[in-house]
């Protein structure tokens, strides 16, 4: 039901072998910044994509994110065909940020935007810590720095996003961040031994606008881990 | 590639109903593009608010054929579209799937939109191993929220302000049909048909059970005049001056319903049933090939009758009832005892034909519901739509209960 890309994700910076220092785009925060994805980071993104648990980094329905008539991401794929198929429609459909710690620069998670529509003024929105990293005050500061580049950097109303809701943890953590839930699926998707709830969540500007201030301040007020 | 089939070697076992759906033909292409090229209309489907050309828009149908499944309705006498059908995003590894439906403009509001969808959708759950059918409507569609709900669907939530038309930003609503919510329908509404060859009344077919249902769902969801055309006819004709006993029962019947259709539409909690005529009350109250009972006074005046035909009720064979009243002049108490004699002669007549079961659809919340328990005296069975609920009796208990507080003797053979 888009209306298309609006955007043309950026694919990659000049970056063999660079530290990503020289790249555009790069936001900084206290805890990490905020970088687009470099040729560098596709072992782990590819790792984090095929380690066999949920979530994966990329939206999994078909129906939500047309993979160019790919099946969605639950396939598996080598990483030559998976270089080919899925991760160029991944950069290409929206913005895509890799985080990384600062200052020692290690992968901290993706976060990414598709389907953007220019009409109706909102965007997917995604994002993914692999581990127990959804929980580090460095994945609440990246959520931060990514919603505030959005809503500033595009006249976007509205940014949507999907999880499995048995998916605890960052369900949690996008709901802390201001994201409401707006619509369950019962029993939706299979995962492991039954069918598991599915919800997508919305995030208007003002919403954001609103949540903001407390958020940051509460991510000050917390030792960092 | 669309292929192009004669018209003329079209005529398949549904050619009799009154509907019928099948494989969208190249030939229906300019009819499509017709619909979804109204710029007053396109905004009722898709977000998108591009134009096309009619080769954009057929190579985007043929691109969707490939990964959905889409049927067109027809008018079964002149093969003419009345709608689109598709089922996409079709995740049969979750069996979850999505729906839509377009019905052309003269269609509308007249019962063809859901006869379609649950023709479609029993289709579809044949087909595809799915458990749920999703269904999007944008919050402006009230046709769409209207079909989707008489259709069983529920909301499941909505995507807030989400879309952009003429002068603000609307709701995305989202709703989900169950398989089971599929079944209780077309059991409400088409009764036993799916499976024609066995246990059909005889002379009651697809089009008598499709015209019913669609004269059922206007009357339930009557909000408003019927503007356009009225439905097709029945099958079985009946004169006022025949003579035969059954034409003079239904005379009598469709007179008593007739004369007091205002009270009798707030009875059952169809409300459009007050504007029927009587012609359109003789062609409902006995269909073909249903059975026709009546309980009368000494002096031939008609106290209840009722109309039933045999189906299989969750596995067992049962008898239906279709059409049952009472003379409103008579008292509470006499309109019970009156239709529980009916029911009576009705059920002792269904155990010799080898039933055991017998069942009714009633709105809840009505004093036709009200009664039915009283008579039937069973708990009912509230289903997921339109406020409908199923009651149903045993029937060898029935007819020990109903001889008792009729007073009538139980015969031992």
Sequence with gaps: MSDGPALNGQMFGDTSGSDGESLPCTIQGQLVRLRPIAKIDLPALFAWRNDG???????????????????????VLDFDTWCQT???????????????LSPQRLPLGVLLTHTFSDIHGWAYYREFFPGRLWQSMQAVEATALCLDYLFSRY???????????????PLEKLKYAGFQEEIRLEEDIWFGESFRDYVYLGLFREEWAERRTSYLADLASRPSS | MLVDIDKSHHKGPDADALIHLSAMQEHDLPTLYEWFSDADEWNLWTNIRRPMSIEEFGRGITQQMQGSSIMIARDSASQTPLGFLQLYDMALRDGVASFLIYLSRDRRSLGYGILATVEFLAYAFKA????????????FNKHSVALLLTGGFREVGRLRKHIWWADRYWDQIKYVLLREDLEALHNRFLGYWGTPNRNMPEGFGRREAQRLMVALVTAIFRNGP???????????????????????????FSDMISASRESYAVEEGYPGFAEWTYDRWREYLVPVGHLLHTTRNDDGTLLAALACRDEIYKGEPATRIWSWASSPSLSSEERDRAEMSVVLECAAQAIERGRSKLFVYVQKNTSRADRASRVLGDSPEVLPFAGTMVITSDLPNFVKRARGRLGIETVQR
């Design chain 1, 53 to 75: 648990s949920w979530p994966i980094p990329f939206a999994r329905r078909s129906d939500r994110v047309t993979l160019g008539g790919l099946q969605a991401s639950d396939r």
């Design chain 1, 86 to 100: 899925e991760l160029p429609f991944v950069l290409q459909s929206g913005v895509a940020f890799l985080s990384e």
């Design chain 1, 155 to 169: 006249p976007l109303r509205k940014l949507y996003t999907e999880v499995l809701v048995c998916d605890e943890g």
């Design chain 2, 128 to 139: 595809y191993p799915i458990r749920k059918v999703y269904a999007d409507a944008f919050e």
């Design chain 2, 226 to 252: 019927q503007e356009r055309q009225r439905l097709d006819p029945g099958t079985e004709t009946h004169t006022e001056d025949c003579s035969h006993s059954r034409c003079k029962d239904i005379g009598d």
